[in-house]
């Protein structure tokens, strides 16, 4: 029988607190993303809906995880309502949703094993729908937990990336990344800090995905 993980007594939290402040001195901030190149205020983004790159030939950048976690068709249309939700009110900027109805096949359906090319076509897909800025959300990986809030036999685990392309210039501007496993609070103290932000819940894929849409906020200069 799988052993099913539940939240950690109130003694093992405060240890861990205190682990926790101790090393957080010798520790630095890590981004995955340089320092933004900002887009000028009066410029309106243009946002495409999630994707999931299956092949190498879909990938802007970077390389398909082995195995890799697929995400249902519903979950990218809740992203969709998500990465808006977190823009309109995390932001002071105007944007441009362009519909999922209208992503092209080949963005979609290439069948590759080459080397990531999808650049061109999405700038192709930015110029088409008029767009100045693109900013292009993906789904490389995708696990859903296995449980519940209280408890689960499988915690969740998601990768996802933000690209903020120049399409006027025709170029990639800024990518931000973010992946996570949560994990239980014993085994990795450094987590102490998301443990209390989830009120010491196990929150599911698209909770975890949040999280990575507002880091994208800040890593891309929004």
Known sequence: MTKRRHLPCL????????????????????????????????????VA??????HPG????????????????????????????????????????????????DLTNAHSTGQPGALPRWLAYGRQHGAQYLLIPQVLDWH?????????????????????????????????????KQVGLTENLLTVGEFFKRKGAWVSAQELAVDGMQKAVKDLGL
């Open 11 to 46: 003694s093992i939290v405060l240890a861990a607190a205190l682990s926790l402040a101790l090393a957080a001195c010798s520790r630095q901030p890590a981004s995955t993303a340089d320092v933004p190149r900002l887009v000028p205020s009066s410029y309106k983004i243009s």
């Open 49 to 54: 809906p999630f994707t999931q790159p299956l």
């Open 58 to 105: 879909q990938l802007i950048v970077g390389q398909i995880p082995e195995p890799q976690g697929r995400i249902p068709h519903d979950a990218l249309v809740a992203l969709d309502r998500e990465l808006r939700e977190v823009l309109i009110t995390g932001t002071k900027r105007q944007y441009t949703f362009i519909p999922r109805r209208n992503l092209p096949p």
């Open 144 to 180: 859903e937990r296995e449980g519940s809030s209280a408890g689960v036999t499988q915690s969740a685990h998601v990768r996802v990336e933000f690209f903020l392309v120049n399409v006027a210039e025709g170029e990639l501007g800024n990518r931000s990344i973010f992946e996570e």
